[in-house]
């Protein structure tokens, strides 16, 4: 199946797959500096501080 497929155009591919890998990073993805939570989680934990 091409890309075509599932979306309108290309540009609306690109668009969903950077959503998806800022997601990834900000949300998902745990970061062992941050004392494994995500940038997310972190900045919310200093925020209610």
Request: net charge positive; proline share 2%; glycine share 0%.
């Amino acid at each position: 199946m091409d890309v075509e497929s599932f979306y309108r155009s290309y540009d609306q591919t690109e668009i969903d797959l950077q959503k998806y890998i800022i997601r990834h990073y900000n949300i998902v993805r745990v970061h062992r500096y941050n004392n494994y939570l995500s940038p997310d989680a972190t900045e919310k934990l200093i925020r209610s501080r």
